[in-house]
């Protein structure tokens, strides 16, 4: 089995610091498998910060690509397919990405190889059951066609809550998978593109399930984590986040939280669900 490790380095809207502190955390931590780093560069507009950054990739043996600034993290991902083909996994990290943890790698791959409760399509660090389609309110029917209009047309790109998926921050999946979901894809346009690929009715998440896959969340504590189990896994806004293999900034963004913006950050991603915030 080769593994592909898939570093995306946007150097613009605090994408270089958090590049800096991706190589810090990459060489402190231990991966616990064998794999072959690579590294996109795109969107640096400061090259001796850019320069900085490939020197990084450099010393950790990392293969470089150098792509538009385009498309987003999923424009990306799409986009190194072609030069990526002697691999049978892929582990798809975003510029702001930072593993946490000895053997984080090892446990999203020993996660995703593990069929004792059926076929795994893809491994997470983190998982969600937010779905961009809110239900209508009391004033929907005296609203205006605009309102009415908008709920159907997304209603008919996004499954109401829960809407289970893996978020893009970190995940790992078998490269044949990805090739088949992604041949036929544009490169998105637009944020909303990217939201689509990640958490829409045509995404990844729901490509995998509609094709009888499962999907699972990975907790440092070396445990997976089922679909409906998510919110009680200690990753992603539940249970102080304490058991994240890798973080990003929207776990960086719960952590600073106060008390009343996590019961909302936490009633967003997981309803009403009970558990320890």
Sequence with gaps: MSLFVLYLARGMDGGAKATFDFFRSYMA???GCNHHLGVIFK?????????????LARLCNAQIFDFIDDGYDWGAYIRIMPYIDSYDEICFLNTFSRPLVN????????????????????AGATGSWESYLQWPNANF???GIRQRLKFFR??????????????????IC?????NLFSKSLKIPKTKFDALLLESG???????????????IVVGADGSSYAQEEWDKSKT???????????????????????LVDKIRLRTLTWGSSSGPI
């Design 43 to 55: 969107g640096w507009d400061q090259p001796e910060e850019k320069e900085i950054a490939l020197n």
């Design 141 to 143: 029917f005296s609203g």
């Design 201 to 215: 009715r045509k995404g990844f998440s729901a490509f995998l399930l509609g094709m009888g896959y499962k999907l």
């Design 154 to 171: 997304n209603y008919l790109r996004f499954k109401p809550y829960p809407n289970y998926h893996l978020r893009s921050n970190a995940f």
């Design 236 to 258: 992603f806004r539940s249970g102080g986040q304490l058991n994240l293999v890798v973080s990003d900034n929207r776990t960086a963004q719960y952590d600073e939280a106060s």
């Design 174 to 178: 078998k490269k044949s998978i990805f």
């Design 103 to 122: 053997d984080w790698l090892r446990l999203l791959s020993h996660a995703l190889n593990n069929t004792e409760n059926g076929p795994i399509g893809a």
């Design 29 to 31: 931590v231990n991966a």
